[in-house]
């Protein structure tokens, strides 16, 4: 059995200097890799505007994806790297979750970094979807988007949900943190608001590359 952690944290900023430091941070990302002991994958994506499902970014808000070889190895970067805690200490706030992964499928860039475990049954469960946009139907994809997430607010069980990404328009994830398996299902596989938009994936073709994955939060922040 794998001891894989997945850590996903979300970062506020406020006043100029702090945002510009963030947004400066992000661009380093893309031509510098984190690295740590014990860290496989990381990515520190922007975040959208309003409900966090918008085209336009939201300068006051990243997040960070980190996939660490257990929890030791987790806990000792984000108290000892000094290139998390330099952006740590321009945050007005943030906040998160350590989960492991108890199903998916698809790729990232090429891969999966998941590693799937049985799922130990307790506490919320955090899912993501991941996708590469194909550009030129981007324009529907997002015409699409933007009606079907007006569903997800005051959804029975919903607790967090927040759309992420590494590049604006074509590189997009969601996050949806949940109470129980009972609530997500109801969603993801009962709701006459979801249900339209996986035909519509399948139809058009929106994608290029994907990822689902579930996972069990075993720490909250």
């Known amino acids: ?12 900023f406020q006043g100029f200097a702090n945002k510009r430091f963030a947004f400066a941070e992000m661009g380093r ?16 994506l922007g975040v959208g505007a309003g409900n966090g499902f918008s085209i336009w970014p939201d300068f006051s ?9 257990n929890q030791a190895a987790s806990d000792h970067f984000f108290k000892t790297n000094t290139r998390w805690l330099t952006l740590s200490s321009h945050s007005s706030e943030t906040k998160g979750w350590d989960a492991v992964a108890i199903k998916g499928h698809g790729t990232w860039n090429g891969s999966n970094p998941f590693s799937i ?11 993501m979807t991941r996708a590469s946009i194909v550009w030129y139907k981007s324009p529907i ?15 029975a069980g919903l607790l967090f949900a927040k759309g992420v ?6 590189e997009q994830a969601t996050l949806s943190l949940w109470d129980s398996s009972e609530s997500l299902d109801s969603f993801a596989y009962k709701s006459k608001e979801h249900a339209p938009m996986i ?18 939060v075993i720490l909250v922040l």
């Open 1 to 12: 059995m794998s001891d894989q952690i997945i850590s996903f944290r979300f970062l506020s």
């Open 29 to 44: 990302s893309f031509v510098q890799k984190w690295e740590s002991n014990g860290l496989s994958f990381a990515k520190h």
């Open 199 to 216: 035909k519509k994936t399948r139809k058009i073709g929106w994608y290029s590359e994907e990822m689902f994955t579930r996972f069990r």
């Open 165 to 170: 990404g590494e590049f604006p328009l074509i």
């Open 141 to 155: 994809f997002w015409f699409y988007v933007s009606h079907a997430s007006k569903y997800l607010e005051n959804r």
């Open 61 to 69: 808000s990243y997040a960070f994806l980190g996939v660490f070889d």
């Open 117 to 127: 475990v049985e799922d130990p049954g307790n506490g919320p469960l955090l899912v």
